[in-house]
């Protein structure tokens, strides 16, 4: 269940402090990436950092790094346990994510972090990770519609809900690809509270940034990607300004070209699961707005000869799941839809109906199209593989569905080794 609201976690950690900086990063989408981009650079700068980042992908811990791996599950468990009994203990009522926000401020501090990079778990002015009083920076990626139930039905009344996360006297970067209106209100809240500097991260007319791609040799980074790379990278130079005057951001621009975030516009194979030899896109869009980039991805990249494309689809239960799957599916593609397992730690939320997937791509089929739907991941995996008979194949439309398929490696002895280095981020 989903209780947003901060009484919860400021008595989780009453008492505690927190001694590290903290670079806070709300938004739809491109928060997640934009964590992975600045934990990476610090790391390459020597600042010890952590990074929490929801959901988890395969464990529970895993949503947890300390300079830049996975903190042990042995760590983990016991810092939780810690903190589940002092929930128990006061009566606090704490929810799951409270918990493992808790836990995971708790880890850094254990772990003597400099720096923390926190993602927001759902809006922002409500948002457990909100406890952080006075960080040095925060963030605000791409603003879409999603969880509408919890911040609003208008892009207004979202990013309204997202510019909680601003705090008085502390900059503000903001992703300019955003609308007008919802510039409009982050600089109209940053304005009430006495937060700011805004900077906007415009990343096409600004000197900085054409240094950035001149750093960076690899030249095919998608639109999103590059704004992403240009907010985290104004962040990281504002809380090195507070925090370690001492290093140049220039020269950690570098490290970004190594940055893998499983997931978003990834390539792996799935020729351990299934025989398949060709690579398989993967890719978590949960929402409208990331189902664009996604199908605007596809048709440039997997559609160049005409072929059709085959689709292995999820989604979660209270999404808007004809938004996501439109801007996916053209006439004549195969689409086998299935349900993802259970969430470890996340009870909340559940799989969409396979039928009601494809209830919502019937208006898109042609006369070519082939439709299934399965309960178990692996065999839609193995449907698909026999499907597109070699053809292009693109998993998406949850993070969860992400998880389920990298959680199948794990059964495989060889399945990390199969793993095919990606694109990534959304």
Same mark, same amino acid.
């Given at each position: 269940?989903?209780?947003?609201?901060?009484?919860?976690?400021?008595?989780?950690?009453?008492?505690?402090?927190?001694?590290?900086?903290?670079?806070?990063?709300?938004?739809?989408?491109?928060?997640?990436?934009?964590?992975?981009?600045?934990?990476?650079?610090?790391?390459?700068?020597?600042?010890?950092?952590?990074?929490?980042?929801?959901?988890?992908?395969?464990?529970?811990?895993?949503?947890?790094?300390?300079?830049?791996?996975?903190?042990?599950?042995?760590?983990?468990?016991?810092?939780?346990?810690?903190?589940?009994?002092?929930?128990?203990?006061?009566?606090?009522?704490?929810?799951?994510?409270?918990?493992?926000?808790?836990?995971?401020?708790?880890?850094?501090?254990?772990?003597?972090?400099?720096?923390?990079?926190?993602?927001?778990?759902?809006?922002?002015?409500?948002?457990?990770?909100?406890?952080?009083?006075?960080?040095?920076?925060?963030?605000?990626?791409?603003?879409?519609?999603?969880?509408?139930?919890?911040?609003?039905?208008?892009?207004?009344?979202?990013?309204?809900?997202?510019?909680?996360?601003?705090?008085?006297?502390?900059?503000?970067?903001?992703?300019?690809?955003?609308?007008?209106?919802?510039?409009?209100?982050?600089?109209?809240?940053?304005?009430?509270?006495?937060?700011?500097?805004?900077?906007?991260?415009?990343?096409?007319?600004?000197?900085?940034?054409?240094?950035?791609?001149?750093?960076?040799?690899?030249?095919?980074?998608?639109?999103?990607?590059?704004?992403?790379?240009?907010? /985290? $990278?104004?962040?990281?130079?504002? %809380? &090195?300004?507070?925090?370690?005057?001492?290093?140049?951001?220039?020269? #950690? *621009?570098? +490290?970004?070209?190594?940055?893998?975030?499983?997931?978003?516009?990834?390539?792996?194979?799935?020729?351990?699961?299934?025989?398949?030899?060709?690579?398989?896109?993967?890719?978590?869009?949960?929402?409208?707005?990331?189902?664009?980039?996604?199908?605007?991805?596809?048709?440039?990249?997997?559609?160049?000869?005409?072929?059709?494309?085959?689709?292995?689809?999820?989604?979660?239960?209270?999404?808007?799941?004809?938004?996501?799957?439109?801007?996916?599916?053209?006439?004549?593609?195969?689409?086998?839809?299935?349900?993802?397992?259970?969430?470890?730690?996340?009870?909340?939320?559940?799989?969409?109906?396979?039928?009601?997937?494809?209830?919502?791509?019937?208006?898109?089929?042609?006369?070519?199209?082939?439709?299934? /739907? $399965?309960?178990?991941?692996?065999? %839609? &995996?193995?449907?698909?593989?026999?499907?597109?008979?070699?053809?292009? #194949? *693109?998993? +998406?439309?949850?993070?969860?569905?992400?998880?389920?398929?990298?959680?199948?490696?794990?059964?495989?002895?060889?399945?990390?080794?199969?793993?095919?280095?990606?694109?990534?981020?959304?």
């Amino acid at each position: 269940m989903i209780e947003l609201g901060l009484a919860r976690i400021n008595r989780l950690l009453r008492d505690k402090h927190l001694p590290w900086g903290a670079i806070h990063v709300a938004g739809t989408n491109g928060k997640g990436s934009i964590c992975a981009y600045i934990s990476a650079m610090l790391h390459a700068g020597h600042v010890r950092c952590g990074r929490f980042t929801s959901p988890h992908l395969i464990d529970r811990w895993d949503c947890i790094t300390i300079q830049e791996k996975v903190v042990p599950r042995s760590l983990f468990q016991h810092v939780e346990s810690i903190t589940k009994q002092r929930n128990e203990e006061e009566c606090i009522g704490a929810s799951e994510f409270e918990i493992l926000t808790a836990t995971a401020f708790d880890i850094f501090t254990h772990e003597g972090i400099d720096v923390g990079v926190v993602e927001v778990g759902l809006g922002g002015r409500l948002d457990a990770t909100n406890v952080l009083e006075e960080p040095l920076v925060t963030v605000i990626s791409k603003i879409g519609q999603d969880h509408q139930s919890f911040l609003g039905n208008t892009l207004e009344e979202i990013a309204y809900q997202k510019a909680g996360i601003l705090k008085r006297g502390v900059a503000c970067v903001v992703d300019d690809t955003n609308s007008e209106s919802v510039r409009t209100v982050i600089a109209n809240y940053a304005r009430q509270i006495g937060a700011g500097p805004i900077i906007g991260a415009a990343h096409h007319h600004d000197n900085q940034v054409a240094r950035i791609w001149e750093t960076l040799s690899r030249g095919d980074y998608e639109e999103h990607q590059k704004a992403n790379i240009y907010c /985290a $990278f104004q962040a990281l130079r504002i %809380a &090195l300004e507070n925090k370690r005057p001492d290093i140049d951001p220039w020269i #950690l *621009v570098s +490290a970004l070209q190594d940055v893998q975030w499983p997931g978003r516009l990834q390539t792996i194979s799935i020729e351990p699961l299934t025989g398949r030899v060709d690579g398989v896109l993967i890719d978590g869009a949960h929402n409208a707005q990331s189902a664009r980039v996604l199908g605007s991805f596809v048709d440039r990249r997997l559609r160049q000869t005409g072929q059709n494309v085959t689709w292995v689809l999820a989604a979660s239960q209270g999404k808007a799941i004809r938004d996501i799957m439109c801007p996916l599916i053209r006439p004549d593609d195969h689409v086998v839809a299935v349900e993802f397992g259970t969430v470890d730690g996340m009870p909340w939320v559940q799989p969409a109906a396979a039928t009601e997937i494809l209830e919502n791509i019937k208006e898109k089929s042609g006369s070519g199209l082939r439709i299934s /739907a $399965f309960k178990d991941v692996k065999g %839609a &995996l193995s449907w698909a593989t026999e499907t597109a008979a070699g053809g292009p #194949l *693109v998993i +998406a439309g949850s993070l969860y569905l992400v998880s389920d398929v990298m959680g199948l490696f794990e059964e495989v002895e060889d399945g990390a080794g199969h793993m095919i280095r990606g694109d990534q981020s959304l």
